[in-house]
Each structure stands twice: as structure tokens, then as C-alpha cells.
């Protein structure tokens, strides 16, 4: 026994520590070097045995080498401990995640929204109007005449009288005398039932056919200048299949001051379609008709396919029919309290569904209002 | 109107291809339609605008068009009006009982006719205009409206009594038409008729009885003209659609018969029998129509159109449509030929105009305004704010009719009384507009049914109440097959989620009085924000579930959007400070009653236990046991346990006193 062996104890037991791997090990180690029949505890138990002069000075190394050998124990016990087995924590990543859906906006409100921002950063002012409206503001007020085809049992959806006496509809109560005399076409068809009794248009109650009566009621309340924008559903009365429906979205744009020209429309116009389908977009305008308007204009894009190549899409005649629009009629200045002449001013619409239809290739328009989540969900 | 190619061709003197003249004339004035070949004839097709029907709807009108469009003017010879004198000393008997009904009858008599065969330039003429040849006289008519625009009949002079009476129909007088059929006229209708007989539908069709044959002699020739809303709705209430009628009900200008009888005399006289004479004439013309002046400011002209036509250019241009144009100034004095009925003030002549200068010519131009930012629109940013959040919370968004049936009205215990109708409904399961969204909200979740297991949706639209108005709701409902618990919390957790997120913190589920017309009516809560009722969130009653064949329960709600929003408006948000004090939580375990309800016992805490009661939970939930958590805490100090064991044994002592639990201790 000599001071070697105890160095040579000290550094094997270390090792040996140090390579144990868990607890098992460890203890292995710890009875090796500590147990009753351990390499060092037998070197202890001789201690006794040695003289004093010896005693002294292997003692001490011994204590010592016992000592290490706890804290070396205690260390990797505690770092055995914290060690994590990442075998036995492994999962499968590739499992699906838990499902925690959003909820999908509906097409419609997405192209909406992007046509409002485009607006909106455009400076136009949003308003809207109710989707129930009076004969005179959707035909009257909008120069329309009294025996306007438009205004037939065909297209629009007329509200049978309400006779309840406390219905409190928000609608303007005609003054006397202003109260147009209605062209008896409307009042006696369907046996009678429309308007029986119903002598005056701002009592009329119909479905709006178009977002257009929003112009009369925003200018009633506003002074020029001003541009506005108007959002909203309408209704015609006709059959529904893959390419119409009777429940429709529109988009309306005034923009009324005194000296606005078609100039400015087809700037405006340009801005906006460009803007919406993100690339440069041609605005073609051809003489059309609408009473609210003078003159009157469809306009057409450049197919934003084929970028007025030729197409299927724009089946090779390389423009996209969108909307009517014009420049306002002074009788509908007039209708909404202006002076004749004062001001001038444009107006175009156009239906949302189309846009939308183009916008992601749906090919049946009936799917907007279908509640379907099939479809819904795909936005 | 389909026209001949030729025609115009002959017309205008145009050079131009049918594909040149179709793109050209779809620039400038009307929508190309369609083009095809018959024989050697070109049709070509346009879509008429409405308000040109006037003087557009023929080869003449065309063809000035064209002219006008390649900056040129009609030739004058095809001013028909000029070629002979409407004047004869015999007269032929016509009395017009209606004249706001037909303004103008011309009536004439030729005899020594010869009928046949019209030669077979015309008959390729009239098909390529989409017309069938039939015999001479007949096709002579209808030349001459297909190039003048004013349509005209012929009657057999033999079968009638010899004399034209302008009147109404007698009440379910019967006459049949050319088409052979049978009609019962009303007393609305006009007629034209001789003293025994009604000869023909005024403005529509010819009748049988009267009608040109092989035999036909001497004739009589009509070139009217008619009230154009009366041949509307005389031609829909019986269904005939004539070309005709189509030109009438477009309303076409009383001067116009005369080019009419005075050319189809010409053609008669050419093709219609080597000795044809005019025997009598007789026009019914009380009221004249003469040409009109419209002051145009050439200033405005420019501005309206936004470009820089010089005066000269806009002369030539009106000149070209037919106008009579001074320059007075800055001003153009602009005489109208009475077939522009359309023409009426400074902005119709700007559009002829613009549109024969060419829209594409006008340079666009970015607007002058003041840069400003506009007023929101409150509702829009709110309904926006409310989609974001549901679709956050897991909710689509669907969008329904605004119409529901007679069906939904009794399936779902509805007020029929409440409800406003439509007329004139597509079907009788569109009969009404929608009262409530929810009818839409079940339609949609049966559809999905097939498709999903759980779901979540939600609408915003308007209401229409006859009592009420029109209203903007929110609906929506909730669908989980998979869950076992009752859907109605797992609905209601979102719906509270949403009301936090608009920063409503007094939302108020309250059981209501009365239930709604459809729903469970042990599992429904009225919701209110300050006192106010704004909706309901309910299980549907599984009986009218049953009706739709849905077994799964399903939960609903709907709120109305301005009152949330006026209440959402009122609360500004601010910070509230976070207190530096703990706070400790006190678990309290009770048996309640079933008529004992959670909002009373959180009330009854809240109440006992003051501004220290800083929040309440519920943990656990078994049977009739509630296991309740209370966060303790105060603003201004750190509360003792003393202090704490005092608040928690007075609620205790409350809860037991006043609403009967038996709290565990």
C-alpha cells in the first residue's frame, strides 16, 4: 500500500465516473470504490494496521481520495439526473396539428373589402342606402320615366302595399304636389295587387335594382364636392342559373364637383383596375344608354389574361365588358335639390360577382349565396 | 335590328368591310352583336340602344350614322319627304276617336294592284334583314320600314267597309291576327276598324280578315303613328312581339308616316302593277310636331368632356346627324329633326358629340381636389370589425336570400302579420322578405350537414319587419357532432369572447320571460348590454329541427348590429392600472338547488364581497355541485389572512342565507 495506489484510485474512479451513463452505473462504481469490500474502503480498513509515522501521512491521502470520489458521485448523480433521453422523447412530427381553424370570409366580402381600400386610399367616402327602397328614389329620382321597361313586373321586385298602420319605414314623406302621379303600367298588373290604392312613388316600396338610388340620397345631404363609393346588395326579378342570379352585390362610384369630365372618369377608372388586378389595365369606353347618366358609357377593360393579346377569356376580342357608367343627368342634380348646371359630376357600377367570378375563375355565380362551405371555405 | 350589309352599303356610300363597319359602329353608336351570311347578302347585327329606337331601327338611320361617324352627310335624295305632295282632293273616310292614342293616321287608297311575286333584289334585302318575303305589297310594308323606319300595313280595300275607325276594343272583342290566332282583346287595347269590324291590333298585327291575297285588287295603306306605352302594354298583355310593335313602343316620331306613305307609294307604283293610282288620301294629323332648338355652350361642351374639340368640329358633327347648326358666338344654336326625340338638352348633343369624336380620343386626367381624408363610415368599420373577430373565432361567413316562404313563416312560428310580401314573387318559397336571418342560418347547416361534422357560421344582413323596418342583424350558429357536452357553451364561450373584443364587459345573458318563436324554450338567453335587450343566443327548438330532418342539436344567436355598436361605441377603452398587491384564490365548493342560478351566485359575490373581489371562475361543474374560484385581492394594501377568511366566510354566509347552497367546508 502506498501513496500510488490511492492517486491510482483516485484517477480511475474518476474516470469510471465520469463514463457511467445512469444510476445503475454509478452505484456500480460507488460500491467498487466505497462498498464494504471497495478498493478504497479496503485501504481504509488498513489504515489501522500502519504505524503512526505511515498513518499520518496516508491517512489524509486517503480521506481525501474518499472524499473525491463522494462529490464526484453527488456531481454526475445530479447531472445523470438532469440529462434528458431524447430517444424516449422523440414523437412522430409528421402527425397532423390539432385542428384550430379561422373561420373563411365570404368571396363577396373579400372583394368588397378590396375595392373599399383601393377607394378609401383614393379618398372616397363609403356610404350606403336601404336595400328596401321607395319607387321614386330607384326610378323616379333617376330620371327614369314612368313606363321605363325597367320599372316591369319582369325586373323588379315590387313589395305588395303595407297597410300596417304603424310601420315606420325610414322613406321621405312626399309633400303635396310633389307626390308624381305613377303611370297606372305598375298599378294594375297582377290583378291589382301592387299599389292598390298606392297613388304615390314614395310610398311604392321595391327591392333596389341597383345601388344608384344612394347617389339622391347622399346628395340630399351632402354639398359638392365630394366622392363616394356605395357597396350594397340588389335584387332583380329574374330566373336564376349558372349566369344569374336574383340576389346580386354592386359597386356604385359618384364623384360630383363643377367642372368633372369623362377625362377624370377614365383616370379614375384606370387607377382602380389597375390597382385591383395589380397590373396596368386599359379602360375602352362605348356610347350606351341609362337615364341617370348623360352621356352614357359601357366600359370595357383590357383582358387582364392575355393583356389585350386575344384570349378565351376575353373570347379573343381582348376586352372584358365590366360596367356602365356616365356622366350624372342634370334631372338627377335636380332630383336631389342641386340647380340645374351647377355641377357636374360621374357615376359607375358594377357587380361584384362578375369581378369576383374573374378574380378566382368561379364558373357558377349561384355558388355566393349558396351557404355552402365546400366553397366558402376555399377563400 | 339585323341589316343588310348591301344596303347600308348603298345607303352611306361607305367603303368600308362588314368587320371594319362592325367594329366601327360599336365604338361609335351601337353593340355589335352577331354577323352572318345569307346568300350573298351580309347581315349584320346590332343591339339598338333604348333611346334611339327613334330613328336608328332602319337601313337610312344606319347609314347616316355611318355617314356621320366617317365625317360625312347623307346624301339628300334620300329625303323622301321631299318627293311628292301629300295632297289629294279625294279623301278617304278616317275618324280617329283616340288621338293622344295615335297621334297621326295617314290613310290611302291605290288601286289597280296587281299582286305577286316582289322582285328578288328585295326579297334577298328582307332576308338579310331577317324578314320572310311573302308577296309584293306585303314586302313593299316592310321595305320600306326596314329603310325608313315607319312601319306601315296594307288592308285588302274589298274586305273592308271602305272606311278606317281609330278606336278601343270593345270588352272581350275577338279578333283574329295574322298568326292565325284567336284573341280576346280588353278595353284598353286599341284597334284599327271599319264600321262593322275591328281590321287589325293597332301598331301590332295585321288581321286576318283583311289581310293582302292573290286576288287583292285595290288596298288600303296605313302609315300611323301610336302612343308608344299603349302598344307596350297591348303587345305584353296578349304576348306578340311584332317588328312592328318593337318600333312603336319605342316611340317614333309623326313625321315619319309621311316619308313612310310616300315612299312605299313610290315602290307600289314601281312594282305593284303597271296602272297602280292613288284614289284617295286622307291624313289625321292634329297636333304637328316641328322641329326644335337647343342652345348649346360650346364651352361646356369641352368641360363636360373633358378635351379641346374645336367649335367647327362640333358643328360638322351635329351637322352630319342631321341637325341644323348656327354658331352664335360661343353658343350653338342647334335645330333638331323631330326623329331625334332623344335629343332634348345641351348634354344629349354633347354625348352625339363625344361619342362621334370618339371616346378613346379623350386623354384621361388625374383629378383637382382637395386632399382630405374622408368621413368613416361607422357601420362599415363595425360590421368589419365584427366579421374579423368571428372568422377568428372559427365562424364563415355565408350569405342567404332575403326571401323565405310561407313554409319557414309556419315552420318557425313566425308573425305572419310582421311580414312584408312581394309581389311578384320567382316562386312562392320567395314570398316573403326574411324577418330573421335564422331560417338562412338552418337552410345553410342542413346543407352542411352532409358535409361536416362540426361547424361554425355567421351572416350579416338586413331584416325587414313590417313593424320595424329594415334592420342589419348578425347571426349565426354552431355545429359540433363530435363534442358530448351541450353545444350552447361552447357557442356562448365565443360569443363572449366577441363581446370582450369589442370591449363590452357588461354582457348580461339574462333567461327570458317569454321564449322566442323558435326556440328550446329551457335553453335560450336574452343578451343584454346596459339594461338593453340586443339578441338571443339559443338552441333551436328540436321540433322544428325535425322538420328539416336535423337530429344534432343546434345553437344560435342573432343580435342586432347598430344596437351592439352604439353600446361598443360608448366604452372607450383605457389602461386600468395593475395593482402592485397580491391577490389570493379561494376555492368554494357548494351543492345548489336546480332552480339556483351561476349569474346569482357570481351577483351575490360580487355584491358581498365589494371592490376585493377581483374575479370569479367557475373550476368544475358536477351534477348540482359548482366548484367556484374567487380571486381576493385589494388596491391599497396587501391583505391579511384574517382579512381574507373574513370576506370569504361572509359570502359563504350570504350564498347559504339567500340563495340556499350548501357551501362544503
Redesign the interface.
Known amino acids: 500500500m502506498n501513496k500510488a495506489d490511492i492517486k491510482q484510485i483516485e484517477a480511475e474512479s474518476a474516470k469510471e465516473i465520469a463514463e457511467s451513463q445512469d444510476a445503475k452505473q454509478l452505484y456500480d462504481v460507488k460500491v467498487k470504490y466505497l462498498g464494504r469490500k471497495g478498493r478504497l474502503t479496503e485501504i481504509l480498513k488498513k489504515l489501522r494496521d500502519l504505524d503512526s509515522e505511515e498513518r499520518k501521512s496516508i491517512g489524509p491521502l486517503a480521506n481525501g481520495a474518499r472524499q473525491l470520489i463522494d462529490n464526484g458521485l453527488d456531481k454526475r448523480k445530479k447531472e445523470l439526473e438532469n440529462q434528458i433521453d431524447w430517444e424516449k422523447e422523440k414523437i412522430d412530427v409528421t402527425l397532423p396539428g390539432e385542428k384550430n381553424e379561422l373561420g373563411s370570409l365570404n368571396s363577396i366580402t373579400i372583394v368588397y373589402r378590396e375595392i373599399e381600400q383601393i377607394f378609401s386610399s383614393m379618398g372616397f367616402e363609403i356610404t350606403s342606402g336601404p336595400e328596401l327602397e321607395t319607387d321614386w328614389y330607384n326610378f323616379t329620382a333617376l330620371n327614369f320615366p314612368p313606363d321605363h321597361p325597367a320599372r316591369d313586373m319582369q325586373d323588379t321586385f315590387w313589395i305588395h302595399p303595407i297597410t300596417n298602420p304603424n310601420h315606420k319605414m325610414q322613406m321621405k314623406i312626399p309633400s303635396e304636389g310633389e307626390a308624381a302621379s305613377l303611370s297606372e303600367n305598375n298599378l294594375r298588373r297582377n290583378g291589382g295587387g301592387i299599389g292598390a290604392g298606392v297613388k304615390s312613388d314614395k310610398e311604392k316600396l321595391v327591392l333596389r335594382t341597383h345601388t344608384s338610388p344612394v347617389q339622391v340620397r347622399y346628395m340630399e345631404k351632402h354639398k359638392p364636392p365630394f366622392r363616394v363609393i356605395v357597396p350594397g346588395r340588389v335584387f332583380r326579378n329574374e330566373a336564376t342559373d349558372a349566369t344569374h342570379e336574383h340576389t346580386l352585390h354592386q359597386f356604385e362610384a359618384l364623384v360630383t364637383g363643377k367642372d368633372i369630365n369623362i377625362g377624370h372618369f377614365k383616370h379614375i377608372a384606370k387607377e382602380f383596375f389597375s390597382a385591383f388586378f395589380g397590373k396596368d389595365v386599359d379602360i375602352r369606353l362605348r356610347p350606351s344608354f341609362f337615364p341617370f347618366t348623360e352621356p352614357s358609357f359601357e366600359f370595357d377593360i383590357s383582358c387582364t389574361v392575355c393583356s389585350g393579346k386575344g384570349c378565351p377569356s376575353c373570347r379573343y376580342g381582348k376586352w372584358l365588358e365590366i360596367g356602365g357608367a356616365g356622366m350624372v343627368n342634370q334631372n338627377v342634380f335636380m332630383s336631389a335639390g342641386y340647380p340645374r348646371n351647377k355641377f357636374q359630376g360621374f357615376a359607375w357600377g358594377f357587380g361584384i360577382e362578375r369581378l369576383a367570378m374573374m378574380k378566382y375563375k368561379i364558373d357558377d355565380i349561384r355558388w355566393f349565396e349558396s351557404g355552402d362551405l365546400r366553397f366558402i371555405k376555399q377563400f | 335590328m339585323k341589316y343588310s350589309y348591301n344596303w347600308l352599303k348603298e345607303l352611306s356610300k361607305t367603303k368600308k368591310t362588314p368587320e371594319q363597319l362592325a367594329q366601327l359602329i360599336?365604338?361609335?353608336?351601337?353593340?355589335f352583336e352577331d354577323s352572318k351570311k345569307e346568300g350573298t347578302e351580309t347581315q349584320l347585327e346590332f343591339a339598338i340602344?333604348?333611346?334611339?329606337g327613334h330613328d336608328a331601327l332602319s337601313h337610312i338611320g344606319m347609314a347616316r350614322e355611318i355617314c356621320a361617324i366617317e365625317g360625312r352627310k347623307l346624301s339628300p335624295e334620300l329625303d323622301y319627304s321631299q318627293r311628292l305632295k301629300l295632297s289629294f282632293s279625294q279623301k278617304l273616310n278616317i275618324k280617329v276617336n283616340e288621338r293622344h292614342l295615335c297621334p297621326r293616321y295617314i290613310g290611302t287608297a291605290l288601286e289597280n294592284i296587281k299582286v305577286g311575286a316582289s322582285p328578288k333584289w328585295m326579297q334577298q334585302r328582307l332576308l338579310a334583314s331577317g324578314v320572310k318575303p311573302i308577296n309584293n305589297i306585303v314586302d313593299i310594308t316592310n321595305y320600306v320600314m326596314l329603310e325608313t323606319g315607319q312601319p306601315l300595313h296594307a288592308f285588302d280595300l274589298e274586305r273592308t267597309a271602305g272606311n278606317i275607325i281609330v278606336r278601343k276594343a270593345k270588352k272581350n272583342e275577338e279578333i283574329k291576327l295574322l298568326d292565325e290566332k284567336v284573341y280576346k282583346l280588353t278595353a284598353n287595347d286599341l284597334v284599327i276598324a271599319d264600321s262593322e269590324k275591328a281590321l287589325a291590333l293597332a301598331g301590332v298585327m295585321g288581321g286576318i280578315g283583311s289581310a293582302i291575297n292573290n286576288k287583292t285588287a285595290s288596298i288600303i295603306l296605313e302609315s300611323a303613328n301610336f302612343d308608344?306605352?299603349s302598344i307596350?302594354?297591348t303587345r305584353m298583355r296578349h304576348n306578340i312581339n311584332t317588328e312592328s310593335s318593337h318600333r312603336f313602343e319605342r316611340e317614333i316620331d309623326p313625321n315619319l308616316a309621311e316619308i313612310g306613305v310616300v315612299r312605299a307609294i313610290e315602290l307600289i307604283k314601281k312594282l305593284g302593277g303597271k296602272n297602280v293610282e292613288v284614289i284617295a288620301l286622307t291624313d289625321v294629323y292634329a297636333k304637328i310636331i316641328r322641329p326644335w332648338k337647343i342652345n348649346l355652350n360650346t364651352n361646356?361642351v369641352n368641360?363636360?368632356?373633358?378635351?379641346n374639340i374645336p367649335v367647327s368640329k362640333m358643328k360638322s358633327i351635329l351637322e352630319n346627324l342631321g341637325l341644323i347648326v348656327k354658331v352664335s358666338g360661343k353658343f350653338l344654336n342647334c335645330e333638331t329633326p323631330t326623329r331625334r326625340i332623344d335629343l332634348k338638352?345641351?348634354?344629349?348633343l354633347?354625348?352625339e358629340i363625344?361619342?362621334i369624336y370618339g371616346?378613346?380620343n379623350?386623354?384621361?386626367?388625374?383629378?383637382c381636389?382637395?386632399?382630405?381624408?374622408?368621413?368613416r363610415?361607422e357601420?362599415?368599420i363595425f360590421e368589419?370589425k365584427l366579421?374579423n373577430i368571428?372568422?377568428?373565432?372559427?365562424?364563415?361567413?355565408?350569405?342567404?336570400?332575403?326571401f323565405y316562404g310561407k313554409d319557414e313563416v309556419a315552420s318557425f312560428n313566425l308573425d305572419e302579420?310582421d311580414h312584408?310580401?312581394?309581389?311578384?314573387?320567382?316562386s312562392l318559397d320567395q314570398q316573403y322578405?326574411r324577418t330573421t336571418l335564422i331560417p338562412?342560418i338552418v337552410?345553410?347547416a342542413t346543407?352542411?350537414l352532409k358535409?361536416?361534422n362540426d361547424?361554425?357560421?355567421?351572416e350579416i344582413?338586413?331584416i325587414?319587419s313590417?313593424?320595424?323596418?329594415?334592420k342589419t342583424k348578425l347571426a349565426g350558429a354552431l355545429m359540433n357532432r363530435n363534442q358530448k357536452n351541450n353545444p350552447y357553451y361552447d357557442l356562448k364561450g365565443k360569443l363572449e369572447e366577441l363581446f370582450r373584443c369589442l370591449n363590452l364587459p357588461d354582457v348580461e345573458f339574462a333567461q327570458p320571460k317569454v321564449a322566442g318563436n323558435f326556440v328550446h324554450p329551457t335553453r335560450t338567453a336574452v343578451i343584454k348590454l346596459k339594461n338593453t335587450v340586443v339578441g338571443y343566443i339559443a338552441e333551436l327548438n328540436p321540433n322544428i329541427l325535425r322538420k328539416y330532418d336535423l337530429k344534432d342539436r343546434l345553437v344560435c344567436f342573432e343580435l342586432d348590429v347598430v344596437e351592439v355598436m352604439k353600446t361598443s361605441d360608448a366604452f372607450e377603452k383605457s389602461y386600468h392600472p395593475i395593482s402592485k398587491f397580491p391577490t389570493v384564490n379561494r376555492d368554494i365548493s357548494m351543492f345548489v338547488d336546480e332552480n339556483t342560478k351561476y349569474a346569482d351566485i357570481t351577483k351575490e359575490i360580487k355584491k358581498t364581497g365589494g371592490e376585493l373581489i377581483k374575479n370569479i371562475t367557475l373550476f368544475d361543474k358536477y351534477k348540482d355541485s359548482l366548484a367556484i374560484r374567487i380571486e381576493i385581492g385589494s388596491n391599497g394594501k396587501t391583505l391579511t389572512s384574517s382579512e381574507i377568511d373574513t370576506v370569504v366566510n361572509k359570502i359563504i354566509h350570504a350564498l347559504e342565507k339567500k340563495l340556499g347552497v350548501k357551501v362544503r367546508k
Open positions: 360599336s365604338m361609335r353608336a351601337f353593340e340602344l333604348p333611346n334611339r308608344a306605352p307596350r302594354k361646356y368641360n363636360l368632356l373633358g378635351e338638352t345641351q348634354e344629349d354633347i354625348e363625344g361619342r371616346y378613346e379623350i386623354k384621361e386626367q388625374a383629378l381636389v382637395e386632399l382630405k381624408t374622408p368621413p363610415n357601420k362599415r368589419n366579421k368571428l372568422t377568428g373565432l372559427g365562424f364563415s361567413e355565408v350569405m342567404n336570400y332575403s302579420s312584408i310580401e312581394v309581389s311578384n314573387p320567382l322578405l338562412g337552410r345553410n346543407l352542411n358535409y361536416f361547424f361554425s357560421i355567421f344582413g338586413d325587414f313590417a313593424k320595424k323596418g329594415e
